[in-house]
């Protein structure tokens, strides 16, 4: 069994196409298969099987695929160490953020990370949840900053602060002067939602479902900045949380608190870090200054 024939298999299983995986790593679809046949040999079982044109895991595969990552994190992180051993540079650190989050966040955290490790190399990768959550697992990603609720099973998860919703509505709506609403009192005024693959959209799907309201949504789109546009343009109401809201006293839109049946409406947000994972200086930093800065605000 040969390491590059364990990086072959686990790109396989991410990307889900031998194709996908030859071009991912450099190589061509003949070698790739031939390396997974040699690798399967070893072991003595079928990782994969074809269904309907699909390569899908055995259960062997299962079982293998998690091991395989294990030890691939494990050879990068040893990578990783001995490169640090005598480096003043503090490493690499690969950051995986919601989008949702990394606008208001990172800005400010990176120009300070990069104060006080120039030298680091930083990477980011802004995704949904469930992507960035496989990634950290998979070893990709060092630290997350994420949104409960998710599967914690395999991440070290520290709180920092807890994200309050409010109404934003244009400063010409007849809400705009209240102070409390509660979602009865919008009937059925046009809402503004991010696309359903973001975990915020469904948390305040959730948070509407518990209130046993159900907004007339007219826009779906991808950015938190479309919805506050087209706010400003009156053509509609959101839910959206504090980090995201303009305290600009001039800006076109109000924020209003919610009056809930329930909890106060409002995301938990957190620190996640695979365990056993080997952080970098640069990386340890990262996260000591994102406890300084948000921790306070719990």
């Known amino acids: 069994m040969q390491l590059h024939q364990l990086k072959y298999f686990v790109a396989v299983v991410k990307t889900g196409s031998i194709t996908k995986a030859a071009e991912q790593c450099f190589i061509s ?27 899908i895991l055995t259960d062997p595969g299962h079982i293998f695929y998690e091991q395989a990552c294990n030890i691939l994190k494990n050879v990068e992180d040893a990578k ?42 930083v990477t980011v990768r802004e995704e949904i949840s469930e992507a960035l959550i496989a990634a950290a697992i998979s070893g990709e990603i060092d630290i997350l900053v994420e949104a409960l ?25 007849p809400l705009a002067g209240m102070e409390l609403v509660s979602l009865d009192a919008l009937g059925d005024m046009p809402f503004i939602l991010l696309e ?3 975990c915020l959209t469904r948390q305040i799907e959730q948070y509407c479902f518990n209130e046993q309201f159900m907004p007339k949504v007219v826009f779906q789109v991808s950015q938190l900045s479309t919805i506050k546009l087209l706010i400003e343009l009156d053509y509609g ?34 620190l996640a870090i695979t365990k056993d994972r080997y952080l970098s200086p640069a990386a340890k930093y990262f996260v000591a200054v994102m406890k300084e800065q948000y921790q306070k605000t719990c």
Not at 150 to 172: G, I, K, Q, W
């Open 237 to 270: 109401v959101s839910i959206l949380p504090s980090i995201a809201i303009d305290r600009d006293p001039s800006s076109c839109i109000r924020y209003i608190n919610l009056d809930s049946k329930g909890e106060p409406p409002a995301r938990e947000v957190v």
């Open 29 to 55: 679809q003949p070698s790739i298969s031939q390396q997974l046949a040699k690798l399967e040999e070893s072991i003595g079982r079928k990782l994969f099987s074809r269904v309907k044109g699909k390569l």
């Open 196 to 198: 359903n693959i973001h």
């Open 149 to 173: 609720p998710f599967d914690e099973t395999c991440l070290n998860v520290e709180p920092l602060f807890s994200d309050t919703f409010y109404l934003a509505v244009n400063r010409n709506s």
């Open 80 to 121: 990783r160490r001995v490169s640090d051993f005598d480096s003043s540079s503090g490493g690499s650190v690969n950051i995986g953020i919601l989008p949702t989050l990394a606008p208001f966040i990172l800005p400010t955290t990176l120009m300070t990370l990069s104060k006080n490790f120039p030298e680091a190399i």
